[in-house]
């Protein structure tokens, strides 16, 4: 198998899930779902919202978001071979 790749760099919105959790005494826990590392508390949702959005605005300027595609290609022909006229040619029995 020969596999191919291509990176080029590009400016983009990074779309995230936070998860908000509310504490017994009313602080929140705010966290990104992806990156499970950066979590942060305050008292209210929206200082808990900002204070994440900050701590992750802080460390993206510090990092490259690269989109990297792998292309596989395959070199081995097919195990079954293309039908022709409603009938298959040179029948594979079937491993099952």
Known sequence: MKISTSAESQTTNLKVNILLETREDGSMIASILELPQYHVEA???????????????????????????????????????????????????SPL
């Open 43 to 93: 008292a209210t949702r929206e200082q808990a919202l900002l204070k994440l959005n900050q701590l992750l605005v802080q460390h993206l300027e510090k990092i490259e978001v690269i989109p990297y595609v792998v292309i596989l290609i395959e070199l081995l022909p097919p195990l079954i071979p293309p039908y022709k006229g409603g009938k298959q040619e040179n029948p594979v029995p």
